[in-house]
């Protein structure tokens, strides 16, 4: 049976355990013949350093074949709406391109980030489920208004890091960026650490920066599910108060979706949520970690990123692992 990776919501924590567990035996042993004769349509919409290395050089160790796209650049324009008089920018429309490369290709990755106009559109996530429904090979996130490659190499590196992540005290903190940005990563924050077993805490500057209401409901589910707690704070000493883990992301608050120069002056009034040495010191001697790219002294602080306790660095390293696990086990 055909299974995408488009969000760990359609994944058990068992089988996520299995991927992470197989990603383990690959970092040990990267260079396997688990993909030979198979190909991969990676579908950049958007920039990528981390996300495209990874995937073609852990492609490669698997004895398989990258190709990558750049819509609107290296290949033709995409249509995503139906029944359209396209007589505008777009060359063809994603049913014939989702149809020729499954032609093609073993798989599809895409990478497309919301286009900040409307929540009310981008948080259907129609750029990948488009692919999805025409697309006759598995279909794989490589970060849309979710970003489940990093989710799983974030678990990773903080399993590797404790072990076991039952009860642990994990916070998701924003943090200033002079550019309101997508919430993927923390929307991913949220499902991994709470399917997990950890007991979640949000910092938020205010209300109008929640999440959208799905990831507060599946955090609030998952922890219920396994006996831990969720909640969401506004006090920055209380929040940081004997935690165990800091995860630390920017994003734009969805009460001024769409409205880049509104949500940047908002993003201003907030700039101490900046990771620094002082909040770190209030923590039960916490690890602290990013996706990447992250602004030095803007986000988080030289002395922050420069400590032992950083995982950044490791977190990134283990996104070829966890990728080139999903891969073997989808295909």
Known sequence: ???????????????????????????????????????????????SLRTKTSFEIGISELSGTAVILQPGKDAWSIEFKD??????????????????????CD??????????IDWELDRTDHVIKSFAKYSSVPVVNM????????????????????????????????????KPLNTAVANSSLLIASKFGMNVTLLCPSESYHLDKRYLDAANENCSNESASFNISYDIAEAYAGKQIVYAKSWGSL?????????????????????????????NSAVFSH??????????TDGVMDSD????????????????SILSKIL
């Open 107 to 116: 798989c599809i990755a895409i990478r497309a980030f919301p286009k900040f």
């Open 255 to 283: 009460e001024n979706y769409g409205d880049a120069s509104k949500q940047s002056k908002q993003n201003n009034q907030y700039k101490n949520f900046i990771v620094d040495e002082q909040k770190m010191g209030l923590t």
């Open 1 to 47: 049976m055909m299974r995408n990776f488009i969000t760990t919501r359609d994944w058990s924590r068992s089988e996520l355990q299995d991927i992470l567990d197989y990603a383990l035996t690959l970092k040990a042993q990267p260079f396997q013949p688990l993909l030979k004769n198979k190909s991969i349509a990676m579908l950049f919409f958007n920039p």
């Open 291 to 300: 996706c990447l790219p992250l602004r030095r002294n803007v986000k988080a």
């Open 309 to 324: 306790y950083c995982l950044a660095v490791a977190e990134a390293a283990n996104r070829k692992h966890v990728q080139k």
């Open 143 to 178: 970060e849309t208004i979710e970003h489940p490659c990093q989710e799983l190499a974030h678990l990773l590196t903080l399993q590797e890091h404790f072990g076991t992540l039952e009860g642990k005290e994990y916070l998701l903190t924003w943090t200033y960026h002079p």
């Open 83 to 104: 029944k359209q008089v396209m007589d505008g920018e777009p060359e063809e429309h994603v049913k014939e391109v989702a149809e020729v490369l499954s032609s093609y």
